[in-house]
């Protein structure tokens, strides 16, 4: 996505991922040494370990105090620093990306490590030993994960940003030392067998999370690879042009109404959105500021009055939520200016996160009709949304996240609230789906969505698409360690590297179940969802009342957007889907045209 792009999303998306990765490793470690010990095969680890010190020779000491010296503190750092220096320095032009992938994946993973050996504590073999012992649990093997985030690391670059024969041989050689490095610690009775595979895992996790934020869509030239290139090969996928705007009717400039959020949007924010409202045309501006009494302002007033040609919201999801409310099918695009602590509508609608850049971009555009949902329930009055609406765990993180580490932290303040509801009873609940018969389930939460990624790039609905007519439905539902530790790894692995397309349905149900069933997904045009008992339900990020139903319905293209292009398409979509509408149209390239909006 565009957004990715910038530092912001790059720093929440990093933010988010290394959270994922140091909760799968403690998950992982208390699994070793609470779960799983005693059992097949850890039963093994002491006898292979004894074996190791009953065998030992002089050549076997030498070598694998070597190897130890390869993987020691002082040398991984002093080889990092070197190697840092030595891509800054390069004649050609300085690799700042590759020098912060290397030094970050090193230090990433040893803050990591820390954080594990604190909640972890496991002693090391029952062995003599021929290192010492720092005071950290030998769950996971430290020496391994820095190894494998530095000669891994340097392994990538080998790969990813050299040409010629050679760099596989070179990367084969450096790829062998984190292993070797593992057998000799085990050898010297230092760790056990799944502490090296835990330091393996940890530095492999590092340099996936550090190579999608630093180097992901960076060619051997140290360039950005242009938006909407597949890279060629075989088997590329050839980029489908979205659907085209519906820009009969709009022109430049207009009666606009402007809703504003007095603490999202700033003065200094507010004076750019006037000025670029004026650089479009858009002259005749009217500024309503939303209260906890008036949460749309005056807009439903000036919508009523008529003669409204553009809506722009300065605010989060729940000010969109509610405007959007009002402006659904009137006809009337509604642009945003992404400006509160999630902003996931505009994330999904591939805007910038910059809030000025995103409205720009967006009146530099055109028109494409969205769905929208419209949701009840037992305490509920009728309400439209546009991201997602839930109950259960995700409800009580909103209705707990502080307020002061919102506007501290942004997001990061539903993550720390997240932890205090990790072990919130399942709920019992039943679905009926577009009127069929009801599906019985226990979850911990259940989440609908018109569209599917959360903050930085997190897939949680793959399937969902904004203007698909249909609503996607989630369960999530982790038992015990490896549930959540499954859940967690399949959603960061989409986040690496997300799948060409999202998988279809497998069930008698329609649907799809994925992490050793953590995560199940359905699709409808209806959903009622019926609980067992009242729970905490939320909004597009808003806590409502809580209560027993939710009964949800699709408004296909009730919402009409200004947008720099359809929703899911890149530039070079944009560009192809302009060039395909003039020519079946037989009018010039840039001339208005309606047209229906298509469902990708």
């Given at each position: 996505m565009t957004t990715e792009n910038s530092g912001s999303a790059r720093r929440s998306r990093l933010v988010w991922l290394l959270a994922a990765q140091t909760a799968s490793m403690v998950l992982l470690g208390l699994w070793v040494?609470?779960?799983?010990?005693?059992?097949?095969?850890?039963?093994?680890?002491?006898?292979?370990?004894?074996?190791?010190?009953?065998?030992?020779?002089?050549?076997?000491?030498?070598?694998?105090?070597?190897?130890?010296?390869?993987?020691?503190?002082?040398y991984i750092v002093g080889v990092t620093l070197v190697c840092v220096a030595a891509l800054l320095a390069l004649p050609s032009a300085p690799r700042w990306a590759e020098a912060v992938f290397l030094g970050a994946s090193v230090a990433v993973q040893s803050a990591v490590f820390l954080v594990v050996t604190f909640f972890v504590e496991r002693p090391r073999p029952d062995v003599p030993q021929l290192d010492g012992a720092p005071p950290t649990s030998s769950f996971p093997s430290g020496h391994v994960g820095a190894s494998v985030a530095l000669y891994g690391g340097l392994a990538t670059l080998v790969l990813s940003r050299t040409r010629g024969p050679w760099r596989y041989l070179t990367a084969g050689v450096l790829l062998l030392v984190p292993p070797a490095v593992g057998l000799s610690r085990v050898y010297r009775g230092m760790h056990h067998p799944s502490d090296v595979l835990g330091g393996l895992l940890n530095g492999a996790a590092t340099l996936l999370v550090l190579g999608s934020v630093f180097l992901a869509g960076r060619g051997a030239d140290g360039g950005r690879t242009p938006q909407g290139a597949s890279g060629g090969g075989a088997g590329a996928l050839p980029a489908r042009p979205g659907p085209a705007p519906l820009t009969g009717g709009r022109r430049r400039g207009g009666r606009t109404v402007v809703v504003r959020h007095p603490h999202g949007c700033p003065d200094e924010l507010a004076d750019e959105v006037r000025a670029r409202l004026r650089r479009h045309g858009f002259t005749a501006q009217r500024w309503t500021s939303t209260t906890v009494d008036r949460p749309v302002g005056s807009l439903a007033d000036e919508c009523a009055a008529g003669g409204v040609d553009l809506v722009v919201v300065c605010g989060g999801d729940g000010t969109v939520r509610v405007c959007a409310d009002v402006v659904a099918g009137t006809g009337i695009p509604l642009a945003l200016v992404p400006c509160g602590t999630g902003n996931l509508l505009a994330r999904n609608l591939d805007l910038p996160s910059d809030p000025a850049t995103a409205l720009d971009e967006a009146l530099a555009g055109g028109d494409f009709a969205i769905d929208v949902g419209r949701v009840e329930g037992d305490g509920l009055p009728p309400t439209r949304f546009t991201v997602m609406a839930g109950a259960g765990f995700d409800a009580a993180m909103v209705r707990d996240a502080s307020p002061v580490l919102k506007a501290r932290l942004g997001w990061a303040a539903y993550a720390l609230s997240a932890a205090r509801h990790l072990r919130d009873p399942r709920m019992r609940l039943s679905l009926r789906l577009d009127g069929g018969p009801r599906i019985r389930r226990r979850a911990r939460m259940v989440v609908i969505g018109n569209v599917g990624s959360l903050q930085a790039g997190l897939e949680l609905l793959p399937r969902a698409r904004p203007d698909s007519g249909r609503l996607e439905v989630v369960l999530f539902d982790p038992r015990g360690a490896a549930g959540w530790l499954a859940a967690a790894a399949h959603l960061a692995a989409r986040v690496v590297r997300r799948p060409a397309e999202a998988p279809a349905p497998g069930g008698p149900d329609g649907s799809v179940s994925v992490a050793a069933g953590s995560l199940e997904y359905f699709s409808a045009g209806r959903i009622e969802v019926r609980l067992a008992r009242a729970q905490?339900?939320?909004?597009?990020?808003?806590?409502?009342?809580?209560?027993?139903?939710?009964?949800?319905?699709?408004?296909?293209?009730?919402?009409?957007?200004?947008?720099?292009?359809?929703?899911?398409?890149?530039?070079?979509?944009a560009a192809a889907a302009a060039a395909a509408a003039a020519a079946l149209s037989g009018v010039p390239e840039g001339t208005s045209r309606t047209a229906p909006t298509a469902h990708l």
């Amino acid at each position: 996505m565009t957004t990715e792009n910038s530092g912001s999303a790059r720093r929440s998306r990093l933010v988010w991922l290394l959270a994922a990765q140091t909760a799968s490793m403690v998950l992982l470690g208390l699994w070793v040494t609470q779960v799983a010990v005693g059992h097949w095969p850890l039963t093994l680890e002491d006898r292979l370990s004894q074996a190791f010190a009953t065998h030992r020779s002089p050549v076997g000491n030498g070598l694998t105090s070597g190897l130890s010296l390869l993987a020691s503190t002082e040398y991984i750092v002093g080889v990092t620093l070197v190697c840092v220096a030595a891509l800054l320095a390069l004649p050609s032009a300085p690799r700042w990306a590759e020098a912060v992938f290397l030094g970050a994946s090193v230090a990433v993973q040893s803050a990591v490590f820390l954080v594990v050996t604190f909640f972890v504590e496991r002693p090391r073999p029952d062995v003599p030993q021929l290192d010492g012992a720092p005071p950290t649990s030998s769950f996971p093997s430290g020496h391994v994960g820095a190894s494998v985030a530095l000669y891994g690391g340097l392994a990538t670059l080998v790969l990813s940003r050299t040409r010629g024969p050679w760099r596989y041989l070179t990367a084969g050689v450096l790829l062998l030392v984190p292993p070797a490095v593992g057998l000799s610690r085990v050898y010297r009775g230092m760790h056990h067998p799944s502490d090296v595979l835990g330091g393996l895992l940890n530095g492999a996790a590092t340099l996936l999370v550090l190579g999608s934020v630093f180097l992901a869509g960076r060619g051997a030239d140290g360039g950005r690879t242009p938006q909407g290139a597949s890279g060629g090969g075989a088997g590329a996928l050839p980029a489908r042009p979205g659907p085209a705007p519906l820009t009969g009717g709009r022109r430049r400039g207009g009666r606009t109404v402007v809703v504003r959020h007095p603490h999202g949007c700033p003065d200094e924010l507010a004076d750019e959105v006037r000025a670029r409202l004026r650089r479009h045309g858009f002259t005749a501006q009217r500024w309503t500021s939303t209260t906890v009494d008036r949460p749309v302002g005056s807009l439903a007033d000036e919508c009523a009055a008529g003669g409204v040609d553009l809506v722009v919201v300065c605010g989060g999801d729940g000010t969109v939520r509610v405007c959007a409310d009002v402006v659904a099918g009137t006809g009337i695009p509604l642009a945003l200016v992404p400006c509160g602590t999630g902003n996931l509508l505009a994330r999904n609608l591939d805007l910038p996160s910059d809030p000025a850049t995103a409205l720009d971009e967006a009146l530099a555009g055109g028109d494409f009709a969205i769905d929208v949902g419209r949701v009840e329930g037992d305490g509920l009055p009728p309400t439209r949304f546009t991201v997602m609406a839930g109950a259960g765990f995700d409800a009580a993180m909103v209705r707990d996240a502080s307020p002061v580490l919102k506007a501290r932290l942004g997001w990061a303040a539903y993550a720390l609230s997240a932890a205090r509801h990790l072990r919130d009873p399942r709920m019992r609940l039943s679905l009926r789906l577009d009127g069929g018969p009801r599906i019985r389930r226990r979850a911990r939460m259940v989440v609908i969505g018109n569209v599917g990624s959360l903050q930085a790039g997190l897939e949680l609905l793959p399937r969902a698409r904004p203007d698909s007519g249909r609503l996607e439905v989630v369960l999530f539902d982790p038992r015990g360690a490896a549930g959540w530790l499954a859940a967690a790894a399949h959603l960061a692995a989409r986040v690496v590297r997300r799948p060409a397309e999202a998988p279809a349905p497998g069930g008698p149900d329609g649907s799809v179940s994925v992490a050793a069933g953590s995560l199940e997904y359905f699709s409808a045009g209806r959903i009622e969802v019926r609980l067992a008992r009242a729970q905490d339900r939320e909004v597009d990020g808003d806590t409502m009342s809580r209560g027993a139903r939710l009964t949800v319905d699709t408004e296909a293209g009730a919402l009409r957007m200004r947008l720099p292009r359809a929703p899911g398409a890149t530039a070079g979509d944009a560009a192809a889907a302009a060039a395909a509408a003039a020519a079946l149209s037989g009018v010039p390239e840039g001339t208005s045209r309606t047209a229906p909006t298509a469902h990708l």
